[in-house]
């Protein structure tokens, strides 16, 4: 029997918190922005952070400074505030001594109700020195000191408190049903794992703080089960991709060859590896599923343009993806003179193509006059009709989902795919987000280039620096200033690109331009065009530049609050210099005094300028939530799994789920059918969907 919907069992997971007790519309909002859905697994996947250990004290007496507390008090006194605005104080009092209970923003009635007055009740909460007075701000009124000995903390939002969600997160265990079993049995007795209730149930219930550690047995076998899920995911997607038929392209056709005499410099040996296993692909009758990894510089797309003439040497056509204008814009200048000096037409697709002149583009994609289409998402939008697609390249994978290269793909029949991106990502990582293909790497740059030198500036010298910036500027040096705000923030002490644009504006005028996330495309275009002309020497700039800009005349990147970026963006950013022949630096500018870990990425950036060494060190420092600065829709989010602290299961997981794959391909087995619960539970429905689809 094939499951064709969610199976039953799920059911109760899958419900509202809206059916929970004291749940009403305004927490349905609350638990929607914490968690982002509003299911019981939702809540149940939402992870404690943090056990706070709470001392039971006999009395006032014994209550010390800085000690979460547990002790019992009579009430005494309440004292209303005059203004909303004010503290709310009561005073409470044993035979050894008084404390004062203090709340902001307080409700009385509830107040009133939780501490009645004259009468006894147990309270924690931390001690507080005010004025030489014990006080708790917002003390927890205690059923059971017994019970209640320890605090599970949570991550929260403004306006939920932790008390109402461990309630709700009790209230979705007691409905949460047993699984059927869909790990190895072997494996399940030699690991020593519980079932997945037992599992989730243990995760919310933590005896002491090390059972919070990612290496007990729950957060392991629950870590396993994401992961699992994960590969078995991309394994289907993989199986099912490389059984569609493909497209036979013979390699090194005329106008690949002419393609290659044209260019001024020979290719580096990697590039030419890659490009003979991009040809292997592409000579076959299986689809090509390929991921090239190099690194800033190393020349990834010029072998994606010798990649289309195979296609196009055959009467087909290849599209070029990038994630934003500006990237798309900048791989259509790089690639017009070559491609214009060996006859091939080009179009460039974006967003902002309107009216006639999108139409023209349109019709020149759909009559097959276009050989090759650069262009945005809006590559694979309804309206674009491609005569002939064959090989479908996409830039910087990372800010892209499986499902939209999927979407690529279908624009053709029997679609190549050759996905590329210059940020180096861990192989564990990789694992997560391209399991589903083969994988190449470009590990030199060209020949030429020089190392960039790296050097560390502290804040309180920037001065000194931009004094004599004038004299590089009249050597027709170009300078990158990359700040990591738009608007000044009153929250985090940073310098803001568009003050930090003002200053320099008024030292060099017309010298001085900005680009950030927030500026019009046109506008973007025409400042960058600007800086590529040698018209601006300085560009002022948001993160917006970190991925694809290539202007090789720029030798210069200041980077202020350095140490608020992680080391990959970091990398990415040097990235932008030492594109040409000439020396060219990188000034990483920081904060004194810096952290344990800011000094340790600094230091990795300043001793190599190899991005996977890069990327394997910002995994460790930093986790895999963040590796890339930013948490991008390509790279899995996982809620229960930390790829840092659990890289040996994702190995694993991936093994189990290739082997199983090939014994029961339609997972119609017993276990078969427990593996599709499991797909269901971390809502992969559509690994199921391409298992139906044949």
Request: hydrophobic share 40%; charged share 25%.
């Amino acid at each position: 029997m094939t499951t064709t919907h969610r199976p039953f069992v799920l059911d109760p997971l899958f419900r509202s918190i809206g059916v929970l007790s004291g749940v009403g519309p305004k927490y349905l909002k609350l638990y929607e922005k914490l968690l982002g859905g509003t299911k019981l697994l939702d809540l149940l996947f939402h992870k404690p952070v943090q056990m706070v250990i709470r001392h039971p004290v006999p009395d006032v007496a014994h209550a010390n400074f800085g000690e979460t507390v547990i002790v019992k008090v009579t009430i005494d006194k309440h004292t209303l505030p005059p203004r909303r605005s004010q503290p709310y104080h009561i005073r409470a009092r044993d035979v050894t001594g008084f404390i004062d209970l203090v709340f902001f923003n307080a409700q009385g009635k509830w107040i009133e109700a939780q501490f009645p007055l004259n009468k006894e009740v147990t309270i924690c909460g931390k001690i507080e020195d005010f004025r030489g007075q014990k006080q708790i701000i917002h003390p927890e009124p205690i059923e059971d000191a017994s019970k209640d000995a320890n605090e599970i903390i949570y991550p929260l939002t403004a306006g939920l408190t932790t008390k109402p969600l461990r309630k709700a997160i009790h209230a979705a265990l007691d409905q949460a049903p047993a699984l059927p079993e869909w790990l190895d049995d072997t494996q399940k007795a030699l690991q020593k794992w519980p079932d997945w209730k037992t599992s989730i149930t243990e995760l919310h219930n933590p005896k002491t703080p090390k059972d919070l550690e990612p290496s007990t047995r729950a957060r392991i076998r629950l870590a396993y089960d994401e992961l699992l899920a994960n590969q078995l995911t991309l394994a289907i997607v993989r199986m099912k991709q490389k059984k569609l038929n493909g497209r036979i392209f013979p390699v090194n056709g005329k106008l690949r060859q002419k393609l290659m005499k044209s260019l001024p410099w020979q290719l580096t040996p990697y590039q030419t590896e890659v490009l003979d296993e991009i040809d292997e692909d592409m000579a076959s009758k299986n689809r090509m599923l390929r991921l090239l990894q190099g690194d800033v510089g190393s020349g990834k797309t010029i072998v994606a343009a010798l990649a289309m003439m195979n296609a196009i040497d055959s009467g087909a056509q290849a599209a070029f993806m990038a994630p934003t204008e500006i990237l798309a814009r900048q791989h259509a200048e790089t690639l017009r003179p070559h491609l214009e000096s060996i006859g091939i037409h080009f179009v460039t697709l974006t967003g902002r193509d309107k009216g006639k002149i999108k139409q023209e583009i349109l019709d020149d994609i759909s009559s097959g006059k276009a050989k090759i289409v650069i262009g945005t998402h809006a590559l694979f939008q309804e309206g674009v009709e491609f005569a002939d697609l064959g090989l479908a390249v996409i830039d910087e994978q990372h800010r892209f989902g499986v499902h939209q290269r999927l979407q690529l793909s279908g624009k053709g029949k029997g679609v190549d795919i050759l996905v590329m991106t210059a940020t180096p990502i861990p192989r564990t990582l990789a694992l997560t987000a391209y399991g589903d293909m083969d994988i190449s790497r470009i590990t030199g740059k060209p020949p030429g280039r020089k190392p960039v030198d790296t050097r560390l500036l502290p804040q309180d010298q920037v001065e000194d620096m931009i004094q004599r910036l004038g004299d590089q500027i009249k050597k027709g040096v170009r300078i990158y200033w990359v700040c990591p705000l738009v608007e000044e923030s009153e929250i985090l002490d940073l310098a803001a690109a568009e003050e930090r644009y003002l200053i320099l504006q008024q030292l060099f005028g017309d010298k001085v331009g900005l680009i950030h996330g927030r500026m019009k495309p046109k506008d973007k275009d025409d400042v960058m065009g600007k800086f590529s002309r040698g018209e601006i020497s300085i560009l002022v700039a948001t993160t917006v530049i970190e991925v694809g800009v290539n202007v090789p005349e720029a030798t210069v990147m200041i980077i202020e609050h350095a140490e608020r970026f992680g080391l990959a963006q970091l990398h990415q950013l040097r990235g932008r210099v030492g594109r040409g022949g000439d020396q060219s630096y990188c000034f990483l500018v920081y904060a004194a005094p810096l952290g344990e870990t800011a000094k340790e990425r600094l230091k990795t950036l300043r001793s190599t300028e190899d991005g996977f060494i890069i990327a394997e060190k910002d995994l460790e420092l930093r986790g895999s939530g963040e590796v890339l600065g930013t948490k991008q829709s390509g790279l899995e989010n996982f809620r229960l799994a930390d790829v840092a602290a659990h890289g040996d299961l994702l190995l694993s997981a991936r093994q189990d789920a290739v082997l199983f794959l090939y014994k029961d391909p339609d997972l119609e087995s017993p276990r078969g059918q427990a593996l599709r619960t499991l797909l269901y539970l971390f809502e992969r429905d559509q690994a199921i969907s391409y298992l139906r689809s044949g």
